[in-house]
């Protein structure tokens, strides 16, 4: 079974900075590409950034330039650096994993930005 755990969320300051870690087990990590997801509540939940197994990445326009996607093959473990911080970064951060034709996700971490 594919486990993924979320940590690193919390309170933050406009401008300010966290880092999310997502750690996976169950699977052959380095294969595969990771993703992290946000929601909020009455919306559907959204992809803010992938990174595949060779390390390419990709983000949406919001967080381009401010969210840094990363992986650690070694421990299993992706990781979502966030600067600048925006009120509109409100969410709760799912990390995902597509395998064995199988969505998996972990049970989230909330971040909340505000003064």
């Known amino acids: 079974q594919v486990y993924l755990v979320e940590s690193g969320g919390g309170l933050a300051q406009p401008g300010g900075s966290l880092r999310l870690s997502c750690a996976a087990s169950g699977l052959n990590f380095k294969i595969y590409t990771m993703k992290w997801y946000r929601q909020v509540p009455g919306k559907e939940r959204e992809l803010v950034a992938n990174?595949?197994?060779?390390?390419?990445?990709n983000y949406i326009d919001s967080v381009t330039g401010r969210f840094t996607i990363s992986r650690d093959n070694a421990r299993n473990t992706v990781y979502l650096q966030m600067h600048s911080l925006k009120p509109e970064d409100t969410a709760v951060y799912y990390c995902n994993v597509r395998a064995r034709s199988t969505d998996f996700w972990g049970r989230g971490t909330q971040v909340t930005v505000g003064s």
């Open positions: 990174i595949t197994s060779s390390g390419s990445t």
